[in-house]
């Protein structure tokens, strides 16, 4: 394999951030699984593992059965996971991780703290059961473009009419993605557009994800998480749920179970990595619609996505990688 020389760490401190749902597309991971055997290995083993042709699923669609909540999840943490390795294989570390959503199982397995295979199983059957909470139609989320946080849950509770509506993930000052019934999501979406809002934008989803409506999940996720073996990682990771870093693995089921109904404090755990020094991250996965998010966030703070050829030069070398689409995360 050939060698690749690593460049000149920057001063300060890193972080790995690892995408979730939203930065998934047809085609994400062929150029790794064409340049490295370990990383063909990986997916191999993605495969074997789920018992299916997920990678064909991956590399050729159809999009729309990759956009399904169980594909997408195991989908996207086979792709961090390679890039994760190729990070590792190259003696470039973390000083803290992160993970939107889903992307916490990502970290998790990069940390060392969770294998591969059983975040596989995990993930898969999360995405399954998310799936099945809500019945299609009845939920939905919507991305809120430029309008106070405050504004956003006045909205939100006007709009609710005795439904569920509620901001699910704080993106950025800039971006806040509400969920919840579809009916009131909508309502939403026309009042904070009149309050101000520079765009909402329905997303499209196969379920309300962190809210309430999830909360029949999270008993049966628990059940499932507590067959796995959990293990301290090998660096802080800074939860959704918390926006505080996590080392102990005694708490990590709590931590995952509570993420399916808990708001993604994304804007806080930017902040949190600021204030414990961090100067530049790093975005693991597919696309790079965390960097954009950071740079919203900290404009101070270097970005740097993998899944661009820039990026990927600037850190490896050599070698390239397909160029995403920007999606807002879900």
């Known amino acids: 394999m050939t060698e690749i020389v690593q460049t000149e760490v920057t001063t300060g401190k890193t972080a790995f951030l690892f995408p979730g749902q939203g930065s998934q597309r047809v085609g994400m991971g062929k150029t790794l699984f064409d340049a490295y ?3 063909r290995a990986l997916f191999a083993r993605a495969d074997e593992v789920l018992d299916e042709p997920l ?3 991956m590399f050729e669609g159809p999009e729309e059965t ?3 909540t169980a594909n997408t999840q195991p989908a996207l943490l086979t792709v961090s996971t390679a890039y ?3 990070l590792k294989q190259r003696g470039i570390r973390a000083d803290y991780m992160a993970g939107h959503s889903l992307g916490e199982y990502s970290a998790l397995v990069t940390a060392g703290a969770l294998s591969f295979e059983d975040a596989l199983r995990a993930v898969r059957a999360r995405g399954q059961l998310m799936q099945q909470a809500v019945p299609e139609g009845l939920g939905g989320m919507a991305a809120i473009l430029k309008l ?10 006007q709009a609710a009419r005795g439904e569920l509506c509620a901001p699910a993930n704080l993106n950025s000052p800039e971006q806040t993605v509400i969920s919840g019934h579809a009916g009131a999501v909508a309502r939403a979406c026309e009042l ?6 520079k765009r909402a934008v329905p997303l499209k989803v196969s379920a309300p994800f962190h809210c309430r409506l999830m909360a029949e999940v999270q008993p049966r996720l628990r059940r499932v998480l507590e067959f796995f073996e959990f293990r301290a990682p090998e660096v802080p990771i800074i939860t959704n749920v918390e926006a505080q870093p996590n080392d102990d693995p005694g708490r990590i089921v709590d ?28 975005e693991v996965g597919s696309g790079k619609v965390l960097c954009g998010l950071t740079r919203q966030i900290d404009r101070d703070m270097t970005a740097i996505p993998l899944d661009d050829e820039e990026g990927f030069h600037q850190l490896f070398g050599e070698g390239e990688t397909p160029r995403p689409t920007s999606k807002i995360p879900q």
């Open 37 to 39: 055997p370990e990383i």
């Open 55 to 57: 990678t064909q699923m």
């Open 66 to 68: 990759l956009q399904l």
């Open 84 to 86: 994760g390795l190729l």
């Open 148 to 157: 106070d946080l405050e504004k956003i849950r006045d909205c939100c509770h």
């Open 192 to 197: 904070c557009k009149s309050a101000g809002a």
């Open 255 to 282: 931590l995952l179970v509570s993420q399916v109904t808990s708001t993604v404090r994304w804007t806080e755990t930017i902040q949190k990595m600021a204030e414990l020094g961090v100067t530049r991250v790093i």
